[in-house]
């Protein structure tokens, strides 16, 4: 079964993160510059992220590229893990 | 047409003060807070041997008399070999009274060691007796990645291991660390009560406005005399109010890990004069060009470093607020609107 990268980070973030109120996170809004999530919050993600798809993201691809907003972790997951970005 | 006032050019200049101006002017503040406003006779001021503690200590000496200041020297067994005697030369060279209280025993009992050990053996299994560790930050200048903690361990060997923390990890050495801060404000809280004095806080500007602090620790306080002020400018009053070289010599440091940690690798990104700039820079809408220019670094380590202002502000923030009531989340929401 395929699975739903930006689906499951949507859910991850409604779960953990009280300040979105359990709505749909805007997919391109940076989560750093809205104030939503701090480092340690990011650290939150990654610890997810490598939880969930087992793999650990190196210390040089802890980027905001890769990492700032659902629609670049969706693009780098799709990458790391082999799936395809549904948008 | 009118170009507007010309913007002091972006440098250590911007710091200058009138020393003794601004000592006057403080101390005054300082009699109007204790004992107009709060009714209290005097401080009680925790003093560590840095720069700000000392400052505080010598300010409220000018403002109440040495007989009304009770400086209070709390070392624990991690603390800085120099912390004790720095703390005393100053304690000496304002006349004021003290009190040493070891705080080891009460951190032992509280199990702060212990915690926080626990947490750095989750991330270093072999992490035990001789070891000593730290927790710290990539730098800010020319790097993109996120300033995700590391945990910097020392073997008895003094071999340096280092090791990404976990969130759970990092926030059990937090919880666990904070007892020192918090501790301390207990026994300045005791002191204060028994002899009718207020509690002078010792946060400057950079601490207080990027929330270089423990709430209900070393955030709390009944008056913060230079939480106005930049690093540069207590620096100043240090030499105008004639504070042993030895203290203002020496490098700000957090003295609360076993393993020695400067202020800079721990949360400023920055040695504090170059933070001191990039916090006026910020408060004062200059461009990140501007600051690019004044510290040598390229426009993205000023955009960098803007940012990481703006995070730090926003932490500072919820770090600052009281207590929350309906009546004062009311007061929130109209100050927003």
């Known amino acids: 079964m395929a699975i739903d990268l930006e689906g499951e980070i949507q859910a991850f973030l409604r779960q953990n993160f009280p300040q979105y109120g359990g709505a749909e996170v805007d997919r391109e809004q940076s989560f750093v510059e809205s104030g939503v999530i701090d480092s340690l919050g990011i650290l939150e993600l990654v610890e997810f992220v490598e939880a969930r798809f087992g793999f650990r993201i190196p210390d040089d691809e802890l980027l905001p ?18 799936v395809k970005d549904p948008v | 047409m009118n170009a507007g006032p010309t913007l002091p050019e972006l440098g250590p200049d911007v710091f200058e003060v009138d020393a003794e101006s601004l000592i006057d002017e403080t101390v005054a503040d300082l009699r109007e807070a204790v ?31 040495p ?8 070392p624990e067994r991690e603390s800085a070999a120099e912390t004790l005697s720095l703390s005393r030369q100053v304690v000496d060279s304002v006349g004021t009274a003290s009190v040493l209280e070891d705080v080891t025993d009460v951190l032992e009992a509280l199990g702060c060691y212990r915690h926080r050990d626990e947490a750095f053996r989750d991330l270093i299994p072999y992490y035990g007796p001789g070891w000593r560790a730290k927790i710290v930050l990539p730098p800010i200048i020319g790097e993109d990645s996120y300033r995700v903690f590391s945990v910097v361990a020392r073997s008895p060997g003094g071999e340096d291991v280092r090791v990404r923390v976990t969130t759970d990890a990092l926030r059990r050495i937090v919880a666990a660390t904070n007892f020192k801060q918090r501790i301390r404000k207990t026994i300045e809280y005791y002191h204060a009560d028994r ?19 423990v709430r209900n620790g070393d955030g709390s306080a009944d008056v ?17 109010l004639g504070l042993p070289s030895e ?43 501007s600051l690019a220019a004044a510290l040598g670094v390229s426009l993205d380590d000023a955009v960098r470093i803007y940012r990481d202002i703006d995070a730090k502000r926003r932490v500072a923030e919820t770090l600052k607020l009281p207590p929350l009531t309906s009546a004062g989340l009311r007061a929130l929401a109209g100050e927003r609107s």
């Open chain 1, 65 to 82: 590229e890769n990492l700032d907003s659902v629609a670049n972790i969706t693009r780098y997951l799709s990458v790391k893990v082999g």
């Open chain 2, 35 to 65: 004992q107009q406003r709060l009714r209290k006779r005097g401080t009680v001021v925790a003093v560590s041997g840095g720069i700000d503690s000392s400052v505080v200590l010598a300010l409220c000496v000018r403002a109440f008399g």
């Open chain 2, 67 to 74: 007989e009304n200041v009770l400086a209070l020297l709390m």
């Open chain 2, 195 to 213: 002899l009718d004095f207020a509690v002078a806080g010792t946060p400057n500007r950079l601490e207080y406005e990027l929330g270089f602090f």
């Open chain 2, 224 to 240: 913060m005399p230079i939480a106005r002020l930049y690093k540069t400018q207590v620096y100043q009053l240090a030499a105008a």
């Open chain 2, 247 to 289: 203290v203002r010599a020496r490098t700000p440091t957090t003295d609360t890990y076993p393993l020695s940690q400067d202020q800079e690798e721990f949360y400023f990104a920055l040695p504090y004069d170059a933070m001191d700039l990039a916090l006026y820079a910020r408060g004062n809408d200059r461009p990140p060009a």
